[in-house]
């Protein structure tokens, strides 16, 4: 019992993860609606700002807020450049545009920062609590997707420009006719994404550690969690997230087996796709052609 | 124009035969009189990029043979190519390697998946496959890849002391195993299954596996503690062996824990992992660890300090892939040395499987490089080691492996 317990636990802080990453491409794909598979490369590469900040002497939330801050214009400047000229283009050559971008951020953040694990430090402490059910890191973490997942919420729902940015995203020409600046919306929509993958790289490099490689296995599960909950929810990409955090550990201790737990995740993107396509939280997008 | 064609295709293909011909001529591939070509394969990028080091470490090594003069009066152009660890890519480097470069043999390539991939073909066109930088058991099978040869002690003669030892200090354990899902966490099992014999179904009371793609292997300890184990073997990648020892001091768990040898460098595993966190942690050893003070006036290791400091300035010291790649690179040269001047790829590789007892600099005394034409495990001796919080401390004695 103490073992299940445990388990939902390990699960909950496992998802808290796949939940933070979840967001950033809930939010590029409300600003973009594309899903962008540099997404968890781009965070490594922002993590590892980070820690070169924090190496040159910066405190831990001084260089957090440098390295949002950093993301976030790398983000804007990505799109300018990179994606704009794409604007008309065909949706499989923006999805070529995001595997280059995947390699280029992938190979250069090891070309810069070499391929050696690094630790990562945590501004929670790293205490057991709860009798080692749970570290201080992992609550705090969680804190912190919890804090970014009201943000992006009061932001599409309440602000003028959350909903510029979805309008600009699901009819950019009804959009730019009402005065609504679409390019700038979606070069905003990726600079936000940068921001918030940058925040997931943070929280999570602690856990899992700082090498090149770090977001790989964690964007597929996170993508998972997106699905599940909705990619266009936030609350439900986090709720989505942590979900397949507690359904993969739950099912890998008691059902199908460690050897399958990677499997599952698969199982649960095409289950979604299959049965719900929106989502458990998401609205259907209805697109008149 | 038409005509033309047939024409210009005969000449074409009696330039290509003129040039094969040129080619077959040259009887020793890869080397001329100034130069011996050697290839690698190694995980620059990709999950396994820690052991990168070992490349950049033989290049090091190999560019200071060079300076000193060579080897047999030729110069060793070492060509290594990243393949990620990604056995696709190492297919695609090696027939470049062998069939556009025309390297004499490989050398150290690394991983088991990787090496995997190649072996037939490199088999086929019967060039040297040279002390692979992996563990597995299987690069012992001389009856079926001649050219093919191991380097370290396999994973399972090192599961196999473990077993020992475990059976010796703790025999009413009740031991758990955290494996990778693949031929290299599966020697452990088997290792393990070596030693304890008809006992194992009693002393394992849990295995569980994880795949190098999990984000964490958090869940697969949270089943090991709840099945009470009190001793652990981990058969993990340096990454996740850095999460298992931080994850069990976050758990609050202390079982008496084995770590692959695989994982033990300081600089990639236990640093990141907290110094303090591993204290108490087994290994088999069969390098000198350059933390360890007993080292300091060792001659070995002040001349692979020398190396360091000359030729990998700025390099962490405490990385102990680059022991590793020093001890290798030795062995390489050593086999060079046997050759003389006949350089071809049956010399080198009669050479490479007649080694007597060769010492590298690097290695625990007591340890050496021994090969024959039936026994392609070079190294078959560990020492156990264990975690102090400052270094790797050897304890008891030299126990050489099965080596089956």
């Known amino acids: ?289 | 124009m038409i005509k033309r064609r047939p024409l210009l295709g005969g000449m074409l293909a009696a330039g290509t035969v003129a040039l094969s011909g040129a080619r077959a001529r040259a009887a020793t591939p890869g080397v001329t009189a100034t130069e011996i070509k050697i290839g690698n394969t190694e995980a620059y990028s990709g999950p396994a990029s820690a052991y990168g080091m070992i490349g950049k470490t033989e290049a090091a090594f190999f560019k200071m043979v060079n300076d000193q003069g060579g080897v047999n009066g030729r110069k060793i152009n070492f060509i290594s190519y990243d393949d990620g660890y990604s056995p696709p890519r190492t297919v695609e480097q090696v027939r470049k390697l062998i069939e556009q470069d025309e390297v004499a043999c490989l050398f150290n390539d690394l991983g088991t998946p990787t090496n995997t991939a190649v072996e037939k073909y490199v088999n086929a066109k019967k060039v040297p496959h040279l002390f692979l930088a992996t563990g597995a058991n299987k690069w012992g099978d001389y009856k079926r890849y001649p050219w093919t040869i191991g380097f370290q002690p396999s994973y399972r003669t090192e599961a196999e002391i473990y077993g020992k030892h475990i059976t010796a200090a703790t025999p009413k354990a009740k031991v758990g195993i955290l494996y990778q899902n693949d031929d290299f966490g599966k020697d452990y099992v088997n290792g393990l299954k070596d030693a304890f014999g008809d006992k194992y179904d009693t002393m394992v009371i849990k295995a569980v596996s994880y795949e190098s793609t999990d984000p964490t292997v958090d869940s697969q300890l949270v089943t090991l503690q709840s099945a009470g184990v009190d001793v652990l073997v981990t058969a993990a990648i340096p990454k996740f062996a850095a999460q298992v020892i931080k994850k069990l001091a976050d758990m609050a768990w202390k079982p008496q824990h084995y770590l692959t040898n695989v994982s033990i460098s300081v600089g990639a595993v236990l640093k990141p992992a907290g110094l303090k966190n591993a204290v108490g942690i087994i290994t088999g050893a069969f390098i000198k660890d350059s933390t360890d003070a007993r080292w300091a006036n060792d001659p070995g290791m002040k001349e692979w300090r020398a190396f360091m400091d000359k030729y990998m300035p700025g390099t962490d010291q405490t990385d102990g892939n680059t022991i590793y790649g020093y001890a290798a690179g030795q062995t390489m040269l050593q086999v060079l040395r046997q050759c003389g001047s006949d350089l071809s790829r049956e010399n080198i590789m009669r050479q490479a499987t007649n080694i007597h007892d060769f010492v590298p600099a690097t290695l625990l005394p007591g340890v050496k490089v021994a090969t024959s034409p039936t026994n392609y495990h070079p190294i078959r001796q560990m020492q156990l080691a264990k975690w102090n919080g400052a270094h790797w401390e050897n304890f008891g004695d030299v126990i050489e492996g099965s080596g089956s």
């Open chain 1, 1 to 289: 019992m103490a073992g299940l317990l445990h388990q939902i636990l390990s699960g909950l802080a496992t998802g808290g993860i796949y939940a933070s990453v979840a967001l950033a491409l809930v939010m590029i794909y409300q600003a973009t609606h594309h899903v962008n598979f540099a997404q968890g490369e781009m965070a490594t590469f922002s993590t590892y700002l980070a820690l070169m900040f924090i190496n040159l002497g910066l405190p831990y939330w001084a260089a957090f807020v440098v390295t949002v801050v950093l993301s976030f214009a790398l983000g804007v400047v990505i799109e300018r450049v990179l994606m704009r000229p794409m604007a008309n283009a065909p949706v499989l050559a923006s999805v070529g545009v995001f595997i280059g971008l995947l390699l280029i951020f992938n190979a250069s953040t090891g070309a810069i920062w070499d391929y050696t694990t690094k630790a990562f430090p945590t501004p929670f402490g790293d205490r057991p609590l709860l009798g080692g059910y749970i570290s201080g890191h992992e609550l705090g973490s969680t804190a912190v997707t919890l804090v970014v997942l009201l943000l992006v919420y009061v932001f599409f729902r309440y602000t003028r420009l959350g909903l510029a940015m979805r309008a600009a995203a699901y009819n950019p020409v009804s959009s730019r006719l009402v005065g609504v600046r679409v390019g700038w919306m979606l070069a905003l929509g990726w600079g936000l994404a940068a921001a918030i993958g940058a925040v997931a790289g943070m929280m999570v490099a602690p856990i899992v550690f700082l090498d090149p490689n770090m977001m790989g296995g964690i964007l597929l599960y996170a993508f998972a969690g997106a699905l599940l909950g909705g990619i266009t929810s936030p609350l439900g990409a986090v709720i989505g997230g942590f979900s397949v955090g507690v359904i993969e550990n739950l099912a890998g201790a008691y059902i199908v087996g460690t050897e399958l737990k990677l499997s599952l995740a698969l199982v649960i993107i095409v289950a979604v796709l299959v049965i719900r396509p929106s989502g458990l939280m998401g609205r259907t997008i209805v697109a008149r052609v």
